[in-house]
């Protein structure tokens, strides 16, 4: 159970569209670098739709998943609010482990309740000062009408941080250095409606760990050894103003004495759309003394390797 289980959380550790004009009219006005293009999306109440589609193997055979679907609402300087979704799709024979060697631990009604943890959506709102948290593993500890966690302070979840993607493209900087990297390019044909160009390249960990401040924070430590040397694999397409329309990373490297791959593959859409994400309606709000926890921060009652692998918290 203890390898079943490190593997587990290896893997979930490794989160409308106008028609485009033709890419000869709208590459006269691009942008001059990806960065600038993405900086001049960067207006208050303004943003972009996200989703996101993972997938983890261990020797070829499917371990776990996740779907994303998520608003960023952008300010001045990047992304100020984020209300996202999230499910995971896990294994059908990792999930059945699970439940045969718990039931030395468990009862049969609190393991199918531990089963569902695992499987059902959970919404995340993140705001500048406080992020909103409605899982199964809190909600259902609140007063009936209650579904929605508060988490403030230096607990609360950053508008930054809800992107589980390797490669931060809400980035500027990141977002060049990794374009100009590229080893190859080419017709990337339609992304939801629009025509791209698709950049290839490999980074490693330790490079991208230089690079891009987003990946630092998610990063317990600074990568050494052979950890730094592990390639990241990547394809960007951009559209005919140099935005990013898809991202894929993949991952290749030994773990347990098997071959671990993870791969995830982001989308974005609706650029420029009016965005504006509010907290949750007060009375579906806990208060201070609903959330009665024995003394535990509400997220930590969440199940490892959920909600903080994906929200980038160590």
Known sequence: MRRLIAIAAAALVAPALAMATPASAQAATAPATPGDALKKQFRNNHGVSY???????????????????????FGGSGIVASDATYRQIWDKKMLDSFKKDAEHDYSGEQEIDFVKLFTAPYRVITLPKASYISHPAITEHLPQGKSWVPVKGKDAIKPTDMNSQAINVFEPKTLTAITASAKAK?????VDGASTTVYRGTITVAELYKLSPSYRAQSVNRPKGKEAKVKIDWKLWLDAK????RVTTSVEQEFMKAEYRAVIDSRYSSWGAKVTIKAPPADQVASPEDLDFGGENPIDLIPDGTLGSLAGRK
Do not use: M
């Not at 989703?51 to 960023?72: H, P």
């Not at 080419?186 to 339609?190: A, I, L, R, S, T």
């Not at 140099?242 to 329309?245: E, G, I, K, V």
């Open 51 to 73: 989703t996101e589609s993972s997938q983890t193997t261990l020797d070829g055979k499917r371990l776990v998943g996740t779907k994303v679907k998520a608003t960023y609402q």
């Open 186 to 190: 080419g017709n990337g044909g339609k």
């Open 242 to 245: 140099n935005l990013p329309r």
